[in-house]
């Protein structure tokens, strides 16, 4: 009984903190701008489903504590209809009393869209039993196994994914002659609802079929003689390069351009993957080997640099490599003694030094100040290479997407290796306890300066082909946002998780990109997914396993009590 009632003040709060955030989206604007974009055509719109998020979440959370399933049902109900009258009370007041002088926002067409366009009355009482029915939903999605649960999950991301994608599928499938397939799936920039419900069921079924394949697929896999184990390898290795080598032909142009995006950050985050995830060092000023590897490679390639030698790329490389070396230890060298929250300090100040030397006027004949350096050549010389075999003209994009694929593949080779061996478990044991790996015989100065330098070797090619691919480099480029995403792909994907790192960038940066109209609010949504990460999968998307256990060792050695938590110690005599 206890615990019901301690479920119950728990809902109440979170329901408050719900109908709180709900307001915050609607004031910001973020709603009204997202439902100009279709999910399914005339049901429901981004905007809908960015203001029904909360409560879907917050009923799933609070429903996740407890043993009894009555109370965790009401749990959910009690949070969303709490947050649901925060909303339709806010509806009624602005409704009826004028506050755009203050909250700019709160437009007409805004409050129309909150009221389902119907008077604010009607349309107060539907977002209560909207927000109500949202929470039990959420509650209800905490309390079926897992089984049910998770193909629901996946076929309604399925669904928003291939709607957001409409303006790019849509003419690539004219593009391939698929008139039809284009007709059946969207309609008015979304998909029909029959096509949601085919997309959904194929992903809902791929999703319970995934792992079932996958783990007999294993099972063959180890059951084979050591010479099928090797040509299967070979096989689904080939089969991956011919995908990637064809991705930017069946693509088009503009995707092809996020690729490149999400390699530059895919490589940046394999690089501070090896500083935060692998050696446990929190660098927030991953930025400046980014800015020195542009710059370098600008200065040795571009003809009217200050240098003026006008090196080929591929020439210039491994000095660059060299150079954001050397600026790794030179960094790393005096917050050797720092941990934690001092180190993440210190390193977002040479961050910014690095960038304000790239910006100042003292440096101005060398790195151009504010003008940057221009007339960065290509990364093969000139603006078009022809393929003989395949017949494929690179130029633009793609002209950068494959060195960029083949250094990301390298630095992932680089990165797995180095994970395990000697190197790795000794950053493993200096991040779990720096002074028991000292200890044990660690040299910590030298593996921490050695994560610092690999992390600056990898940064500095992202920054390499950035120049090139942009023909230019100026220092505005080169801010703390940079480092801050970054990092944000490694939580997003998981620490330590090469997979992990890779899907991180495809959601972080890929996924806006196709949203770019909705650019001034990309950092409220990095933040809101961000947060709802550590409230339901601390661990990222696709975690390293250690680091998995590591996280939930704390939730496996609680004995759950009434309420769900740990026993008190009443509870325990």
Not at 192 to 215: E, Q
Not at 302 to 327: E, H
Request: hydrophobic letters at 55%; one cysteine or more.
């Amino acid at each position: 009984m206890r615990g019901s009632a301690s479920q119950l003040r728990r809902a109440i709060s979170l329901g408050l903190i719900t109908g709180a955030v709900m307001l915050y989206l609607v004031a910001v604007g973020i709603v009204l701008a997202f439902s100009a974009r279709n999910t399914i055509t005339g049901v429901v719109t981004l905007g809908r489903l960015m203001l029904a998020a909360p409560p879907l979440a917050a009923g799933y959370v609070v429903a996740r504590r407890g043993t009894d399933l009555a109370p965790r049902l009401v749990a959910g109900l009690l949070l969303g209809a709490v947050s649901g009258v925060i909303v339709a009370a806010a509806l009624l007041f602005a409704s009826a009393v004028d506050i755009r002088h203050i909250l700019v926002r709160i437009s007409p067409p805004l409050l129309a869209f909150l009221a389902f366009d119907q008077d604010a009355s009607i349309g107060a009482l539907l977002n209560l039993a909207l927000a109500a029915a949202l929470g039990l939903i959420g509650a209800v999605a905490a309390v079926v196994p897992s089984r049910v649960r998770r193909p629901a999950i996946t076929g309604v991301i399925g669904v928003v994914v291939i709607s957001m994608l409409e303006p790019f599928l849509r003419p690539r499938l004219t593009d391939f002659k698929l008139e039809g397939v284009s007709r059946f799936l969207f309609t008015h920039k979304g998909l029909s609802i029959a096509s949601a419900i085919v997309v959904f069921a194929i992903f809902a079924v791929g999703s319970v079929a995934w792992p079932r394949v996958r783990a007999r697929y294993r099972a063959r896999v180890a059951a084979a003689d050591p010479g099928t184990q090797a040509t299967i390898r070979g096989v689904t290795l080939l089969l991956l390069i011919v995908f990637l080598l064809a991705l930017p032909q069946i693509a088009g142009s503009f995707l092809s351009q996020v690729l490149v995006f999400v390699g530059l950050y895919t490589l940046l985050a394999l690089g501070l993957n090896i500083v935060v995830g692998y050696a446990g060092l929190l660098d927030l000023g991953y930025v400046a080997f980014y800015a020195v590897g542009s710059y370098l490679t600008a200065l040795l390639t571009s003809p009217i640099s200050s240098l003026g030698v006008g090196l080929p790329f591929w020439v210039a490389l491994p000095i660059v490599i060299l150079g954001a070396a050397v600026t790794g230890l030179f960094i790393g060298a005096p917050v050797l003694r720092l941990r934690g929250d001092y180190l993440a300090i210190v390193t977002l100040g040479f961050g910014e030094i690095a960038r304000l030397l790239f910006l100042s006027d003292a440096l101005k004949p060398w790195f151009g100040g504010t003008q940057g350096i221009l007339g960065v050549p290509p990364l093969f010389g000139v603006a078009k290479v022809s393929v003989p075999i395949l017949g494929w003209q690179l130029t633009g994009p793609t002209l950068t997407y494959y060195p960029l694929l083949f250094f990301c593949v390298i630095a992932a080779i680089v990165a797995t290796r180095l994970k395990y061996s000697r190197i790795g478990r000794a950053w493993n044991a200096m991040r779990e306890d720096e002074d028991v790996a000292q200890a044990t015989g660690v040299n910590v100065t030298n593996y921490k300066l050695l994560a610092f330098a690999l992390g600056a070797s990898v940064g500095c090619l992202g920054g390499a082909v950035f120049a090139t691919h942009l023909a230019s480099v100026f220092p505005g480029t080169f801010n703390i946002l940079v480092s801050i995403t970054v990092l944000s792909i490694i939580i997003l994907g998981g620490m330590g998780s090469i997979p992990g790192v890779v899907v991180g960038a495809l959601a972080l940066i890929g996924l806006p990109e196709l949203l770019r109209e909705f650019a001034e609010f990309k950092l409220l949504v990095y933040g809101g997914v961000l947060v709802l990460m550590m409230l339901l999968r601390p661990e990222g998307l696709l975690p390293d396993r250690v680091r998995q256990q590591e996280l939930h060792e704390a939730d496996e050695e609680e004995e759950p009590g009434a309420d769900g938590g740990a026993l008190t110690p009443a509870e325990q005599g």
